[in-house]
């Protein structure tokens, strides 16, 4: 890939992650050093070296954001189950779900606290 795409890529990414790694490979491919995108882009030369690795080896593809599952959930299935169907059935109800205050109440009725 020549300079323009690379430049192209840049200015049309929205996330601001890739375009970071877009600007090292653009820095790159102009000449400058590693340790010198590092300090113009003000991050790690680890994460420029890690950038560039990854294009040489895997091209534009490897610099996409890998998939992150987040945090495991701390209800089991059940626990969750039974608090959506909490959840509904006061949302629905004359009293309705709209306090804070009540759901320490809650987390009990359900054996979460």
Sequence with gaps: ???PNI???VKSEKSARKRMRYLALLHFTEGHSRTAIA???KVSRTSVNKWVTTYLSQGLSGLDDKPNPGRPPQLSLA???S???FVQQRSLSEQGGDSWLRISAILFSLNLA
């Design 1 to 3: 890939m020549n300079k």
């Design 7 to 9: 430049l192209a890529l």
């Design 39 to 41: 300090t113009m882009l």
């Design 79 to 81: 626990q969750q189950a």
């Design 83 to 85: 608090l959506k169907a």
